[in-house]
């Protein structure tokens, strides 16, 4: 079964410091990995898209990698901002196939 | 360029009655997707067309829940009848993804329809 697990669950930082979120997967054959940003009440919003041949892909104080061996990627946020507080959704695509696998999101909170 | 629109924002009904969802697709886009997203949960795809044929519905509870397409563009969801567990926000995306070999496009999501059931 396809399944996107992603770590922390939440994740409470003080503004200006760094962080990362952890993402692994099962899917296979693999496509491609997105990362989303949800803001509360939103929908979500595209932060990076990596295919098998890409191990880092960045969206200006975001930095998304990725080990297609390990079945691993993570997100990198850098000297984070109090608008930066969402929660951040990993989502893998199977090749030759519709669907897309969601991961359950970690929510982020920046605080002053 | 206009994003994906949805209407209404939020929702309240009482269990055993309809209801139904509206989407407007950004323009041009061939695919549109419907999810449910549960509180603290990630978006569970319910039903994907491209233009106006189903791709997947594999995950739509179709005693209940359907959706349709007409012309390729607008979409609409509806529940009949809503359920307690049906309290979810209803989120619709679109994206220019034509063929299954396509693998770098993005989808645009709307705002979404907080639904709530009583």
């Known amino acids: 079964k396809n399944q996107v697990e992603q770590s922390p669950q939440s994740l409470i930082i003080l503004e200006g410091k760094n962080c990362t979120l952890q993402?692994?997967?099962?899917?296979?054959?693999?496509?491609?990995l997105r990362w989303y940003k949800q803001d509360t009440g939103r929908g979500p919003v595209s932060l990076t898209i990596?295919?098998?041949?890409?191990n880092t892909k960045s969206n200006g104080r975001y930095t998304a990698t990725l080990d297609a061996d390990t079945k691993q990627s993570s997100l990198h946020i850098t000297a984070s901002q109090l608008s930066d507080s969402a929660s951040y959704i990993c989502?893998?695509?199977?090749?030759?196939?519709?669907?897309?696998?969601f991961g359950k999101g970690t929510k982020l909170s920046v605080i002053p | 360029e206009a994003g994906v629109a949805q209407s209404p924002r939020y929702k309240i009904i009482e269990k055993r009655q309809s209801v139904a969802f509206w989407c407007n697709p950004i323009?041009?886009?061939?695919?549109l997707y419907w999810y449910q997203q549960i509180l603290g949960q990630g978006p569970k795809l319910l039903i994907q067309?491209?233009?106006?044929?189903?791709?997947?519905d594999s995950q739509l509870p179709k005693d209940r829940f359907s959706a349709e397409r007409l012309k390729g563009v607008d979409s609409t969801l509806k529940i009949q009848p809503a359920k307690l567990e049906d309290s979810a926000v209803y989120l619709c995306?679109?994206?220019?993804?034509?063929?299954?070999?396509?693998?770098?496009?993005?989808?645009?999501f709307g705002p979404g329809t907080r639904l709530l059931v009583l």
């Open positions: 995306a679109s994206s220019l993804e034509v063929g299954r070999k396509t693998i770098q496009e993005t989808q645009y």
């Open positions: 993402c692994n997967y099962t899917v296979s054959p693999f496509s491609n």
């Open positions: 990596m295919t098998f041949s890409e």
């Open positions: 989502v893998v695509k199977g090749a030759g196939s519709y669907q897309l696998t």
């Open positions: 323009s041009g886009h061939a695919t």
């Open positions: 067309f491209q233009n106006n044929g189903v791709v997947d």
